[in-house]
């Protein structure tokens, strides 16, 4: 049985049918569980406890578990971000912004979670603390999903109901891919990243995954210090597109099936969903040939640390990073010029439409064997890391919003179905995700 999503555990609080501290012991025991033998990396138990049982029912997040990513500042705690090399770094003198804002709405942090070193890779492996196990296969071992994997895991299996995390090029998305949850990636300028160790300060976006879409929006507005109107136009008053042909290229059976039948459903109930080509997604290997933001701006912060420490870095986190050392200074200035025109052409393009549906990744959450350290499996990891963040990260270029939600039926691996469009278009992106969940989770062919 699925853990209960934020909503209903806190109307079960206010009808007395349980309380903070029970929520939290429940939460501490699935933390302790097989299910997250690597997905936490620090614990804060005790303290997680004591501010249980000071919470009031009342704030949003009523005393209720968070976990936060190994990349954001917690007051006291040093920021490895998945390494070794940074493990004995000086503690934090504050808490993160966005870890403050969980807080002070009654959030309690239950821990730091495991993540693909300095977040660079969306397959999730840890060569350091281990990789966490995909929550949605009990028989095979598979990849968790990166770079927030720990959070994806501890938000699936029950450990916390809100996994803080941070997506650059879907770091939040694919893990909610594969896990079968919700991750929100919101404009990135909604919410501030101070406290978090950068991967791509142009990139990177601090946002979280929860169990429903109904408590990304709740957890979203704590995040970017907003409201959010629910209310919005019916399923048949929308304009949806569907992007022909890179979104399902070398998709695999299971998520094109759940996508078509998706796409079916939302047809049958009376949605306009149009077919349509995006010209300007033929631009973007070009745009990235020297390397790219996330290269270029985590080797601008790794440089002397790699210089004193790069025997402790994973390798495959080394390799990536090391490719900004190539970039010249004329060839990044034109790659910020040419993202900002591209970024109005392709806002130009989606505007007729209310937002756009793709697979939030393309296959379904593979083995871990076949990607697990070693330089004999480099070829397939790399190939497999390409596929996972391919679609994702087009929403990060486009400095847009988006958010994935479950489509698969039982028995099937989870499939991610992502809701997208341009910067600032979050609201409807949230509403029209809210719909869409609701028909989901309704009796097929209703």
Not at 101 to 111: E, K, M, N, P, S
Not at 337 to 356: E, G, K, S
């Amino acid at each position: 049985m699925s853990p209960l999503d934020l909503h209903a555990t806190r109307e079960a609080l206010r009808a007395g049918r349980t309380d903070a501290v029970q929520c939290l012991d429940a939460a501490i025991a699935s933390a302790q569980s097989p299910a997250n033998a690597h997905t936490f990396v620090r614990t804060c138990f005790d303290s997680a406890r004591r501010e249980a049982f000071a919470a009031r029912p009342g704030q949003p997040l009523a005393g209720l578990a968070f976990s936060v990513k190994d990349l954001f500042d917690v007051q006291g705690q040093p920021t490895p971000a998945g390494s070794q090399v940074l493990a004995h770094a000086a503690p934090a003198e504050r808490d993160a912004v966005a870890v403050a804002r969980l807080r002070a709405a009654g959030g309690v942090l239950i821990g730091r979670t495991n993540m693909t070193e300095f977040a660079f890779s969306g397959v999730g492996v840890n060569p350091h603390h281990g990789t966490p196990a995909n929550a949605a296969d009990a028989q095979t071992v598979r990849v968790p999903g990166g770079s927030s994997s720990g959070a994806g895991i501890s938000v699936a299996t029950g450990a916390a109901f809100v996994g803080l995390g941070s997506d650059t090029g879907g770091s939040i998305r694919i893990p909610a891919a594969l896990n079968g949850i919700v991750g929100f990636k919101s404009t990135a300028r909604l919410v501030p990243t101070d406290g978090a160790l950068p991967l791509s300060t142009t990139l990177d976006t601090a946002c979280a995954m929860t169990r429903s879409v109904r408590d990304a929006i709740l957890v979203h507005e704590i995040l970017a210090d907003r409201r959010v109107r629910r209310e919005g136009p019916a399923l048949a008053a929308l304009r949806l597109a569907v992007v022909q042909p890179l979104f399902l290229d070398e998709a695999d059976a299971t998520v094109r099936g759940a996508f078509e039948r998706t796409l079916a459903r939302l047809r049958a109930h009376g949605a306009r969903i149009d077919t349509i080509e995006l010209p300007p997604l033929a631009e973007l290997p070009g745009l990235n040939a020297t390397g790219g933001f996330s290269a270029a701006e985590s080797y601008a912060w790794h440089r002397l640390l790699l210089e004193r420490s790069g025997a402790g870095y994973d390798p495959r986190v080394a390799q990536r990073i090391l490719k900004g050392a190539t970039m010249k200074t004329w060839e990044y200035l034109d790659l910020v010029r040419a993202r900002a025109a591209w970024i109005a052409r392709m806002t130009q393009a989606l505007a007729p439409y209310d937002a756009v549906l793709s697979p939030t990744v393309p296959i379904t959450a593979p083995a871990l064997a076949g990607v697990a350290p070693g330089e004999e499996r480099d070829a397939e990891f790399f190939r497999i890391n390409a596929l996972l963040l391919r679609n994702p990260s087009v929403v990060n270029m486009l400095d847009g919003c988006a958010i994935s939600l479950p489509c698969h039926v039982a028995g099937e691996l989870p499939v991610g179905l992502m809701i997208w469009h341009a910067a600032l278009h979050d609201e409807a992106v949230l509403r029209i995700a809210l719909q869409v969940e609701a028909l989901l989770a309704g009796p097929q062919g209703a």
